[in-house]
C-alpha cells in the first residue's frame, strides 16, 4: 500500500520560510517522480512543482518560481519543498504525489496523494 506522509507545515509570517517535507512507502520511490500541489480555502487544487526520479528534471509553477525550490532523498525516500519570502497567497493545505500518469501540472496526473499540511502566512 502506498504511503505518502507530510510534515513541516505551520504558521509563518510574511517572508518567512519554511520547508515541507514528504515521506513516502510501500514503493522504491525513487523510480517514480514526486510533486507537491496546494490547495487555498474555497480554492481548486494547484501545482507547484514535481521533480523527476532522479532529481535532474524540476517544475514550479510560475506563482513559486525563484521562491521555492523542490528536492528529493531517494535513501529516504523524501520529497522536500523549501519555501522562502512565504506570501500570504501561499496559505494553503500542501499535498504530495507521486506516480505520475498524465500531465505533470494537473491534479488527474498523479496516482497517489497525501493527507496534506497545512501552510499559514500571516500579512
Known amino acids: 500500500q502506498v504511503q505518502l506522509v507530510e510534515s513541516g507545515g505551520g504558521l509563518v509570517q510574511a517572508g518567512d520560510s519554511l520547508r515541507l517535507s514528504c515521506t513516502a512507502s510501500?514503493?522504491?520511490?525513487?523510480?517514480?517522480?514526486m510533486g507537491w500541489f496546494r490547495q487555498a480555502p474555497g480554492k481548486e487544487r494547484v501545482f507547484v512543482s514535481w521533480?523527476?526520479?532522479?532529481?535532474?528534471?524540476?517544475n514550479y509553477a510560475d506563482s513559486v518560481k525563484g521562491r521555492f525550490t523542490i528536492s528529493r532523498d531517494n535513501a529516504k525516500n523524501t520529497v522536500y519543498l523549501q519555501m522562502n519570502s512565504l506570501k500570504f497567497e501561499d496559505t494553503a493545505v500542501y499535498y504530495c504525489v507521486t506516480i505520475m500518469r498524465g500531465p505533470a501540472n494537473t491534479p488527474e496526473g498523479w496516482n497517489y496523494w497525501g493527507q496534506g499540511t497545512q501552510v499559514t502566512v500571516s500579512s
Open positions: 510501500g514503493r522504491t520511490f525513487s523510480r517514480y517522480a
Open positions: 521533480i523527476s526520479s532522479s532529481g535532474g528534471i524540476t
